[in-house]
């Protein structure tokens, strides 16, 4: 049982405790509340699961999976289930998830709510274009099931749609066929964001893609991370797929002093463009590396951190994106982890999701301190103002403001009539 309502960047201390579970008798609880904020694994970094009024419904308990059909690659299963536990499910077949973030304990309400990206998005877009139907519980008390084809306004409208359109309680995903639980993985360094933006293309035949950027250095460095499978036909066992090694202690004090967040950059970069230009790895030690270490967010300390994560079209990004690191790079404000990626030709098919063709996305972390808030808060604007976006999944510092100017008047009018009448966040009081 959950006490503590806490997202990933552990930002907001006031939130409430006060929830029921997402079960069968939730239909009539729903019409009695005055407001409640739907609740997956809290790995959205910002206030997007987070309330201080109504009630939490905690979808931890509505957690089944509940069929597979093989011959058409539909798994159809209930909101709270965790993709980790997907993965541990399908270690008996030869399909998988099409499309997965950086860590696999996020729940599919939460996958669907912020149509989450991966390092393949420019072979399978989001989550969201892999959701053959939704079914999804309102404060009238009715149960909609949403598909392209039925509800269709609510189904585009709850893909991207920050958990306010109504409760998810059951989705039927799309499976692909998973080629083998490994991947051969090549680093190729670079030295500039135009290097970086020329070899995404030049290799953008691998199926996975992902930079890592070492924001210390002077010329903003980095490692491509190309990924395919391999042939190795050997599965992981269901037993290793989510081992963590350790946890994390919870810490009082941020242990991320400049020295050591320079060291750890140096260390990587030079790892892995000397010593491991081309190596295998379990396909889930590719895309998650961070879950190996339970709770890593208490690294940041008990103040925790924000994680800002933006995107520009590609023919302006290396401008913009050299600009923004170099902004930081003066104040000597140094993102500890700094990832960057290619989006490809599909735009989030969601009204309100986050993912625009073309665009390049970076994000980055940085400690809860005033200077760091001010200059996320600067850079907000920047990216505003130049065309580019911010990932509401990442955000808890966006204006009102930038906000109607990324996503548009137009487009929040046409979404807030879909927007379930008792759903709340702290994110939807700020920006809404
Ligand atoms: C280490 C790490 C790596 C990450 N990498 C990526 C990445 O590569 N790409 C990416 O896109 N994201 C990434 N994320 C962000 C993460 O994938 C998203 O924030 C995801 O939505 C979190 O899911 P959750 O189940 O924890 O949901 P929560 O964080 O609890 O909630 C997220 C939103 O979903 C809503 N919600 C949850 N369940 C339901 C439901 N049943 N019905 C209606 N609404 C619901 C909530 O109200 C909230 O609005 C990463 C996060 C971490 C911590």
Known sequence: MKNVFKSWGNLN??????????????????????????????????????????????????????????????????????????????????????????????????????????????????????????KILRSDGKIYTCSKRANKDLFYATIGGLGLTGIIIEATLRLVKHYSDFVNVKNIPFYSIGE?????????????????????????????????????????????????????????????????????????????SLFKKNITLSFFKYHFPLDSIKSWNNMYGSNGFYQLQFSFPKESA????????????????NSFLTTIKCFGIYDSPGMLGFVQSHHITVALDFINTKPSVNSIKVIQDYVADNNGRIYPAKDALMSKSNFYKIYGEKTIQKFLKHKDKNSYSLLYERLF
């Not at 973030?101 to 399978?124: C, E, L, M, R």
């Not at 190795?232 to 991320?256: D, H, M, Q």
């Not at 913009?320 to 000597?332: E, M, R, T, V």
């Open 196 to 272: 970086f933006i020329d070899l995404s293309s030049k290799y953008k035949n691998y199926k996975y893609i992902v930079g890592w950027l070492d924001v210390t250095s002077k010329k903003n460095r980095g490692i491509l991370e190309l990924a395919n499978f391999s042939n190795i036909t050997n599965r992981v066992k269901k037993n290793k797929i989510n081992k963590c090694l350790f946890s994390f202690p919870n810490l009082r004090f941020n242990i991320l002093f400049k020295p050591i967040i320079i060291l750890f950059n140096y260390l990587y970069f030079y790892n892995l």
């Open 13 to 134: 201390k006031n939130t409430l405790s006060n929830f029921v579970y997402l079960n069968k008798n939730l239909t009539i609880k729903v019409n009695d509340i005055e407001q409640y904020t739907t609740f997956g694994n809290g790995r959205s970094y910002g206030d997007v699961c987070l309330t201080d009024r109504g009630l939490y419904v905690d979808t931890s308990n509505n957690n089944k999976i509940l069929k597979l059909n093989k011959k058409k690659k539909l798994l159809n299963v209930q909101s709270g289930v965790m993709l980790s536990k997907i993965f541990e499910y399908l270690t008996d077949s030869d399909l998988t998830l099409p499309v997965v973030p950086g860590t696999k304990f996020i729940t599919v309400g939460g996958a669907i709510a912020n149509d989450i990206h991966g390092k393949n998005h420019h072979y399978s877009g989001t989550f969201g274009n892999h959701i053959e139907s939704i």
């Open 318 to 333: 290396k401008f913009h994106i050299d600009y923004i690191l170099n902004f930081f790079k003066n104040l000597k404000q």
